[in-house]
């Protein structure tokens, strides 16, 4: 066969590309039910990590995540454990934040008056800006942050130490700091209305 025809051409183009597909494919076969297990593995320390709840190592987390119920409430799946004589909840979320979705969980104390910890588990946000959403800075202002009226306020950084509901804004991201407020009023409400007899 002549390798500058295009029969050749198109059989060779073929035989590379499903070799390559194939192997593609093996792998992800081979690979899936790991992938599957470090997913878990990921929301269980998010979990834990929106209820303030530390962890050392994965075992530690498989252990703590077997005491936290998983409850179903008009239905929202809730995560909820009973620590020192109070019922925390932990809520997983998705929003759009400024270029895609932002995914996380926010933990709660059962009457919503006060988060308990924020989590984020993945997010598009622009690196350096919106994507500082993920850091520890940000999200250290959501420990045990007593809310006002039921909600938060993002507001240009500033004085928010000690004031209810207000959260230092992520600078030069002000978009992405508006989603978070607007996703996380909108889940305080819905979680509000699903715990409404239990408070």
Request: hydrophobic letters at 40%.
């Given at each position: 066969?002549?390798?500058?025809?295009?029969?050749?051409?198109?059989?060779?183009?073929?035989?590379?590309?499903?070799?390559?597909?194939?192997?593609?494919?093996?792998?992800?076969?081979?690979?899936?039910?790991?992938?599957?297990?470090?997913?878990?593995?990921?929301?269980?320390?998010?979990?834990?990590?929106?209820?303030a709840?530390?962890?050392?190592?994965?075992?530690?987390?498989?252990?703590?995540?077997?005491?936290?119920?998983?409850?179903?409430?008009?239905?929202?799946?809730?995560?909820?454990?009973?620590?020192?004589?109070?019922?925390?909840?932990?809520?997983?979320?998705?929003?759009?934040?400024?270029?895609?979705?932002?995914?996380?969980v926010?933990?709660?104390?059962?009457?919503?008056?006060?988060?308990?910890?924020?989590e984020?588990?993945?997010?598009?946000?622009?690196?350096?800006?919106?994507?500082?959403?993920?850091?520890?800075?940000?999200?250290?202002?959501?420990?045990?942050?007593?809310?006002?009226?039921?909600?938060?306020?993002?507001?240009?950084?500033?004085?928010?130490?000690?004031?209810?509901?207000r959260?230092?804004?992520?600078?030069?991201?002000?978009?992405?700091?508006?989603?978070?407020?607007?996703?996380?009023n909108?889940?305080?409400?819905?979680?509000?209305?699903?715990?409404?007899?239990?408070?």
């Amino acid at each position: 066969m002549n390798k500058q025809s295009l029969p050749y051409t198109v059989v060779f183009s073929f035989i590379v590309c499903f070799a390559f597909v194939f192997l593609l494919s093996l792998t992800h076969q081979a690979t899936r039910e790991q992938v599957q297990l470090n997913q878990q593995l990921r929301l269980q320390r998010s979990v834990l990590s929106a209820l303030a709840i530390d962890y050392q190592d994965d075992q530690e987390v498989l252990r703590l995540f077997d005491d936290i119920e998983t409850v179903e409430r008009d239905g929202m799946t809730l995560y909820r454990i009973d620590r020192d004589d109070e019922v925390l909840y932990a809520r997983i979320f998705a929003g759009s934040g400024v270029w895609g979705t932002i995914n996380g969980v926010v933990g709660v104390d059962q009457d919503i008056s006060r988060t308990v910890a924020l989590e984020i588990i993945d997010h598009n946000e622009t690196p350096g800006l919106g994507g500082r959403v993920d850091e520890p800075e940000f999200k250290r202002q959501f420990l045990d942050k007593p809310l006002d009226d039921g909600k938060i306020d993002v507001v240009r950084e500033g004085d928010t130490e000690g004031v209810d509901g207000r959260i230092d804004a992520i600078t030069g991201a002000t978009g992405t700091s508006k989603a978070i407020e607007t996703i996380l009023n909108r889940e305080f409400e819905r979680l509000r209305d699903a715990l409404r007899g239990e408070v």
